[in-house]
Structure formats: C-alpha cells, structure tokens
C-alpha cells in the first residue's frame, strides 16, 4: 500500500520546483506560513499597525532582506514577551523552531517574493521522460505516468472498449451509447483498436449532443435561467442566448471568440446579430421586480456580478470579497474592484422589467443574415439621420435666445417655482410628484423677436452637483405641446414637426412626445446624471405679435415600478427664430433616408423574432461615472475611479480604448496567465470528477494548489497556442489519452491513499450530473426527443411544487407532446423553483456563478427515479422496448440490460433478471407489468448513476 506520508510529501514538492535546500520557495513555504498565521491581522482586510503581508513592498517594513538579526519579523515571533510575540497567543499557537528558522534563512537569502503562481504566465514544459514510454499515447501520459512512476505506483489496466465507449459517449454527448452503436464499435476495434478509437471519438464530437452536454456546464458558470430572479422571479425571454452557446459549442467556435463575443460582442465592428446577442451572457443578471424599489441600488448590484462572474468563470479568483476590502489573501486592491466595473458600468440597462436594451434575434435561423443585414443599415441610417439633424440644431449658438421671463405651474398639487440659477430661468419642482403631472410655463416673450421656429427644453436633476455620481429618477416627457397667446388672450395651437434628442439610439422614441395618446417619449430613461436636451421643432415658423406669451405644457403619465414618478424635476428652455431650421431639416436628402428607414424598419418587423435582453453602451456624452464604494456600499462613494485592471496582471495595451473589448481580448490574450488554465481545468474536472485545481472557484492563494502543476500548464499552453483555442481539439486530446482510457475499477492498495484519484491512477468514475441522469433514462428507453433548440419545455413535476409569486404558468407537456422527452438543458429554469428532479440531484438554482457542483447522494434521490413522472414513463417505455427486441427472454432482458448499462449482462446478472421476471409473473397480470418491473430495476442500478 502507498504509504500516505509519501504521498503527502509528493504532494507538496509537486506544486513547486524541487529546490536546493539552501533555496527558501517562497510560494510553497512561506506564504502558507504568513497565510495562516499573520494575514487575518495584516492582510487584505485588516492593516493591523500599517503592516501587510500582501505586497512585499508593504512587507518591507518590518524585513530587512539579507539580515534576518535586523528584522523586526524575527524579532516578533521568538520574543518570549507574551505582549509582543507574534502571533499573540489569542490568535493561535506560536510558530515553531523548524517554521523560525525557514523564516531566518528566507530572509538572509534576500526575502524572495514571488507572486501566487497562478499569477505567473503558464509556460509550455518539456514532456517528461517515463520508463514505460509504450504506455504513453500523448504528452498528458507522460506527465501522469511520471509521477506514478515516481509513487512505483503501475497505472490501472485499459478498460474494455464498452466501458470506453460508455464513459466516451456520455462525456461528449450527454446520453450513453445504443445497443446498435455499442455492438458497431466492438466490431470495429476488433480490427484496428487505435483507429477505431480516434473515429469513434470523432464522431462524437460532430453530434450535436456535444453542444448540450457542454452547454450546461458553461449555463453554470454564466447563471442562465428563464426567469429573472429576486421577488416575483417572472420571465425572461432569453433562450436564444441559450441556443447561441449550444451552436457555438457543436461550431467549435474558438474560445477566445466565444469569450470576447460573450462580453463585447456589440463593440465589435459591425456586429452581427449573433456577436450582439452573445452579449446577452453579462444580462443574466438578478433583476427585481418588486415595487418600491430602488432601481439604481439593483442596477449596480447586477453590474458588481457581471464583474464577480467574469473573475470566477473566466480567472477562478474569489474577486467578489474586494468590493468591500481588498482581498484578504491576493495582491488585489480595494479600488481595483471599482476599476474593473468601470468597465460593465456604462452600459444602457437598468433594474427594470421592460430589460432593455433588446434584441430581435429571429425565430428562423435562415433570417438570420437578412435580419442582421436590416439591423445594420437601419442603425446606420439612424446614426446619418442624427448626426446630420442634431449639428443642424445645434449648430449656431446665436440663432437661440433664452426663455428667462416665464412663470411655472403644474398640476396634482405638485408645487413647482421659477428661479435663476447658472445664469438660467429656470423651472424646479418641490417635494413630493406624482405620475400624470403636468407642469406649464408662461413665457413673455418681448418684442425684440419677430418669429420663432423651435424649442429646446433642457431637463436637469434636481442636484446636478450630486446627480452625476449617485444618478436620480429620469423623467418621460409623455405629451409636449405649444401655445402662443396673443396679448388680448387669444390662444393658437402651435404645430410640432419634429422632436430631436441628444443621443441617436434612446430607448424610448422622443417623437413619441408628440403623440398625445401614448406614455413613451423623450426621456431619461430611468435614471438622470446629467443634463438631458430636446429640440421640438414647428412645423411652419409662428410669427411674434408683440405682447405675446408662449405657453409650454407636458406631461408626466410614466411610473416606474409602482412608486417612481418619471417626472421633469428642474429646466429651462430656449428658442430659435431661424427661419431656414425647419427647411434645413426637411431637406431632400434627409427626406429620403427617413423615407428609407421607414421602409428598411417595415421590412424588418415581418422578421418574426424573440426580443433578447443584450447589452449595449450609452453614448459618451452620457457616460456614467464610477467611484470606489467605501465599504462596498454604494451609498458611500469615494474616489472616482477609470476602467483598468489589476495591477498584478499587469496593464492594457497603452492605445487601447479601455472598454469592454480591451477588456475581453485581455482576457483571452497570452500576458493573462489565467483563463486558459481555468478553462482546461473546467473540462478536465467534467472528465475526471475533479481539477487538476480542485477549487475551481479559487485558484488564488487560498485555493489548492494544482495535483500536476507541470500537467495544467501543458494543457493551458497547448489549448491557447497549438490547438487554437480548440474545446473540441482540446477534449479530444483528453479523451484519446491513455489515462482516460484505463479501467475505472477501484484500487484497493491505493485508495485509501487517494480516494479522490488526484494521481489518476485508474479511469474516471463519479455520480452523473443531474442533466445526464435524466437525459440517459430517456434515451435508453427510446423516449428522448433530441431535437435542437426553440423555447423552454415544461416536463412533469410535482403536485404543488408550482406556487410562483407572479403569474407565471407551468404548462405540462402532454403525454402526446414530443417537448415532454426534451433534453434537460432545455427545461423551464426557474431560480426561485428549481425543477424537482435537478436540484435533487444538485443542480444549482443558477441565481449565481456556480463554478463547480458539489455532489451528494440522498435517499430523495432513489425516490425520484423510482416514482418521478417522467422516469415512471422510461421504465414503462423500456419495458416496451425490451419486449419488442428479442423471441426469448433472455434476449428482452439483455438488450434492456445493454441498453441501460451499455454492456452485456454476465451469466449471474442475467439470471438474476429472469428470477426477478419469473417472480413478477406470479404476482402481476401480465408479462408486459412484470416486464416493467425488471425495466424499473434496471433505471435504478447503481452502475448507470455513475458514468
């Protein structure tokens, strides 16, 4: 047996280098020790005496490299003052002899600091050499069987081709192989075992079954449901993302791109429908719906999640810890947190229940590239239009006059007063407003002006001087409409062409502002930080009797989430007396591209599409600031802070324009030292049951260090560089290894020892996840409808399982309903109501990044097999099938045996199955109930469980 103090020792020395023993490792020596014994009081979140063991350069206060008799370090921790000796004893017990002198000898040979060694960019190693170098079908051998080698531990035997194909096929499809395709292969390895092998691999990889089964695990880590979580939970209508990581996955599309779509796909150039709807990923937010709250608290709580995601999913670093203290145990700061959501925090959502902005992804794939062309143009045309309309309003400042003699009114008892401030009249709203308020200026207008052909209404916060850092409630100018009033009282409607605002793509149209009918127009859309304008331009030029008065009037119908007034707060207002306004903008040349738009809109709408949340950047003028939370509330701002990232990853390209796509090309790039690490150790661990990291969510210092440091560096290297950032080529690899291929039978000598075969001494065997647990008893009873794509399935569940708080609806397939047998990846995900079956099994609710599934074997389980809806319909349908293939017996059950467990049943196995049958013949009506029995024994061997 292994002994467990070698292994242990291998353990260690494996993660670093194997020093000379006058050489201190600092990463595998002393920052444990400062890890466990200093940083609780001098790390990330405590200073205790200005002191840090986070950064040397902190550190250096109290080390003096070179002369540990002059540190204060040494110092504190052998004193035998029980008040200055470090650790104080209320803190632990103090560090031993053998501890002290590692410490004097670190410092003496100049206190080396290194960074975590995930921080270190992965270098390609040189495949070991091994004794048993036939045994090695690929690198990923040599670096297993050399520490095996080292343990004179013999890897496992090779499994048998059905148990190969078994394990092979659901961990590239989801669903176990055929009675059919078991057989064809067993016949095809007869002949040539490498080539048969290679093949069948291949052939794996081009099912679409490689895309749902690798879809649920990134669905995982990007927390995709179809409901929106918090209180009401309702619906979100966001399956095409779904579908979109599903094709991408079977397209192998390269992870770089899928990564830099992902989360800037609509900063690409001219994207398509595809890059903008990939963008839906950073939208699977929490958003909540109930009323009364506080939309901007919801909106920044989804961006600080956005930022938490990207460093789990994409680094495996527990980044969310420094939104309130920088972190406790890796060189990341405080502010640092703030500079990263700079980036998501210019983006145009908000915590709303219309989720805008929105994308019409069309039902059809074949409308795809027509639709992604309209789009194109149509936001082309729609930029030309504004661009030209706004430099034509806003073009001499000295065609306007200010409006700076007017008196305010409104209704609903709203109290509103006229006052000058920075220079304006202006209008200003006092306490409490009310959806539906109207207000009303009274503007004398002289003598010096003769005529008048539009108005620019300015709308600002209440406080500009706060607004712009902590945003207030917009406004929706719901009706705008003008009045001139002649000196004896006569009143004439003015008649309003035009209304331009002052971005080109609002969320909500100001022209609506015109239409008396309806609540949309030109806006702040929720929230105001900065002064917003609108130029309302007449139709014809209104002539200026003298002694005149403009009356302006709008309204405010608009409320948000059921107590917010979208109401204008604070204005003035100017007007222009250029006669040549009104023709400037209804030239021909505009004429036609509106004429144009209009057309290319039409032909858009007969598209028939799902509206997509997707994300999307508001305009510069616009762009919001970000400041550092102090205590990570984001009530108590600090400092104003600008996109950057760590500085331990070390900075973006000096021209880079620090968006979200310098961002995701530095994410993908070779000086990040993390993703293609995380993402190979997120396949690996799906193969084998655990990483090469077991910490998937943490590959800090905190975090385990890799069992094969050597092995994860390789595979990060080669998936990055040589395998073009392959996950096909990458599993493929994997799966046609020699470790894969070894018998997954336990090894009693070496068990105890490695219970969780981190030395990969024999093949992979662990529970199913939940997915492929239901998704297998479909399959192998003939019931799976394995179709792709479309809207989310409602399957059977439970009585009184369904009790939403909104009125979100379960429609049951039914029995005839081929949506009833879907794959599990295209079930109804609710957060708040998980489906049964899924979280019994340990699916995650998905209402947060979920790195990694931890797996837990209950009796709730064996009650869901044995009496849920749908696997009570694949035993039935099972039965079926057994007896539809075979004359005897012995045929029906072996082919039910095969089906379920992909082999052939042994003499004692079968004979255990035809006492089981001749049993339930005595006690059942007939062969096809006692057949069932057997069927419903078979869904629940312990055997199919386990891949």
């Known amino acids: 047996m292994l002994d467990r103090r070698i292994f242990t020792t291998f353990c260690a020395i494996a993660f670093g280098s194997i020093c000379h023993a006058s050489n201190v490792d600092f990463g595998r020596e002393i920052r444990p020790l400062l890890n466990e014994h200093c940083v609780a009081c001098h790390g990330g979140v405590k200073k205790a005496a200005d002191i840090s063991f986070i950064h040397r350069d902190e550190a250096l206060s109290v080390i003096e490299p070179g002369e540990p008799e002059f540190s204060l370090l040494i110092e504190r921790i052998i004193t035998t003052d029980p008040d200055s000796i470090m650790p104080p004893p209320e803190h632990g ?3 031993t002899s053998e501890q002290i002198k590692l410490f004097e000898r670190w410092i003496a040979e100049g206190a080396n600091w290194q960074q975590p060694w995930s921080y270190e960019k992965p270098i390609a190693p040189a495949t070991p050499a091994v ?6 079908d690929s690198p990923i051998d040599n670096f297993v069987l050399q520490r095996l080698e080292q343990l004179s531990i013999a890897p496992a035997p090779d499994a048998s081709p059905a148990e190969w194909l078994r394990r092979a096929t659901l961990d590239l499809t989801g669903i176990p192989p055929t009675p059919a395709q078991h ?58 993302y779904r579908d979109w990581v599903i094709k991408s996955l079977n397209n192998d599309m390269p992870f770089d791109e899928f990564t830099i779509k992902q989360i800037a796909g609509d900063l690409l150039l001219n994207p398509t429908i595809d890059d903008r709807l990939a963008t839906a990923a950073t939208r699977l937010t929490q958003t909540n719906e109930e009323g009364g709250t506080d939309d901007e608290e919801f909106r920044i709580a989804a961006v600080l999640d956005r930022v938490s995601t990207v460093w789990q999913t994409w680094q495996g670093i527990t980044f969310g810890c420094v939104q309130c203290h920088s972190h406790p145990y890796d060189p990341i700061n405080h502010d640092e947190f703030y500079k990263f959501a700079a980036f998501f925090n210019n983006s145009v959502d908000c915590d709303l229940n219309e989720e805008y902005p929105l994308l019409s992804v069309p039902l059809d794939d074949k409308d795809l590239a027509r639709a992604g062309e309209l789009d194109n143009q149509i936001a082309k045309l729609k930029e030309s239009i504004w661009q030209s309309e706004h430099a034509i309003v806003s073009g001499d400042e000295s065609d306007w006059w200010p409006l700076d003699k007017f008196t305010s009114a409104a209704n609903l008892q709203t109290q509103v007063k006229t006052e000058v401030r920075d220079g304006h009249t202006e209008f200003a709203t006092l306490d409490t407003l009310s959806a539906g308020t109207v207000i009303t200026i009274d503007a004398t207008l002289g ?7 539009a108005i620019r209404t300015t709308f600002l916060p209440r406080n500009p001087e706060t607004a712009k850092a902590d945003s207030e409630w917009g406004f929706m100018v719901s009706h705008f409409e003008a009045t001139l009033i002649a000196a004896d009282g006569t009143r004439s409607a003015i008649e309003l062409a035009r209304v331009i605002g002052d971005e080109p793509h609002p969320l909500k149209d100001p022209e609506q502002s015109l239409n008396a009918k309806n609540n949309d127009g030109f806006s702040a859309y929720s929230r105001i930080h900065h002064a917003r304008a609108a130029t309302f331009v007449f139709k014809t030029p209104v002539e200026l009797p003298a002694g005149s008065h403009l009356e302006l009037k709008w309204s405010n119908k608009a409320q948000m989430l059921g107590a917010f007034p979208l109401v204008t707060r604070r204005g003035y207002f100017d007007a222009s007396g250029n006669p040549d306004l009104i023709e400037q903008l209804a030239n021909d040349e505009l004429a036609s591209l509106r004429k144009d738009l209009k057309r290319l809109a039409d032909e858009r709408r007969t598209i028939k599409s799902s509206r997509t949340p997707v994300m999307a950047e508001r305009p510069e003028n616009l762009k919001r600031p970000t400041h550092v939370f102090i205590r990570g509330l984001f009530l108590t701002k600090g400092e104003e802070v600008t996109p950057e990232i760590p500085v331990a990853f070390g900075q973006l390209p000096a021209d880079a324009t620090k968006d979200r796509l310098a961002l995701a090309k530095w994410l993908v790039s070779p000086e990040n030292p993390l993703t293609s690490r995380v993402a190979v150790n997120r396949v690996w661990a799906r193969m084998f049951g655990i990483g090469l990291v077991a910490t998937e969510e943490d590959f800090g210092t905190s975090g385990e260090a890799p069992s094969h440091p050597q092995l994860l560096d390789y595979l ?17 690899s994997i799966v046609l290894s020699h470790t894969y291929r070894q018998t997954a039978a336990i090894r009693p000598e070496i068990q105890a020892d490695d219970p969780d075969n981190r030395l990969m001494a024999r093949g992979p065997r662990f529970r199913m996840p939940a997915e492929m647990v239901r998704d297998q008893a479909l399959a192998a009873s003939g019931l799976l409808t394995d179709s792709f794509g479309g809207k989310p399935v409602f399957p059977p569940i439970p009585d009184g399982v369904w009790k939403p708080f909104s009125g979100d609806k379960w429609d049951t397939a039914g029995p005839d309903d081929p949506n009833r047998y879907r794959r599990s990846i295209y079930t109804y995900t609710k957060r708040s109501i998980p489906y049964p079956m899924m979280s019994t099994f340990d699916a995650p609710s998905r209402e947060f990044c979920n790195p990694r599934r931890l797996r837990s074997n209950t009796p709730l389980q064996a009650l869901i097999t044995l009496n849920d809806v749908t696997f009570v319909e694949c035993t039935e349908a099972l039965a079926k099938q057994m007896e539809a293939h075979g004359k005897t017996i012995d045929e029906k059950l072996s082919y039910g045996f095969l089906a379920m467990t992909s082999r052939e049943p042994d003499t004692s196995e079968l004979a255990s199955l035809e006492k089981l049958f001749l049993q339930s013949m005595k006690e059942e009506s007939s062969p096809a109930e006692a057949m069932t029995d057997v069927a419903s024994v078979l869904m629940n061997l312990d055997e199919i469980m386990s891949k």
Not at 210 to 221: I, K, N, T
Not at 723 to 730: A, E, N, P, R, T
């Open 93 to 95: 017990h103090p560090l």
């Open 131 to 136: 004794e048993k170098a036939d045994w090695c």
């Open 183 to 240: 057989e064809a292969f067993l016949a095809s390895v007869s002949s040539d075992s490498k080539a048969a092998y290679a093949e069948k691999v291949d052939e794996l990889l081009k099912s679409p079954g490689f895309g749902h089964r690798w879809a649920s695990v990134w669905l995982d880590q990007i927390r995709y449901a179809d409901s929106r979580g918090l209180g009401l939970d309702g619906r979100r209508e966001i399956w095409k």
């Open 447 to 453: 003598d010096q002006h003769q005529s008048m052909s």
């Open 716 to 732: 990060a290297t080669e998936f990055s560089t040589h395998q073009g950032f392959s996950m096909k080529k990458l599993i493929r």
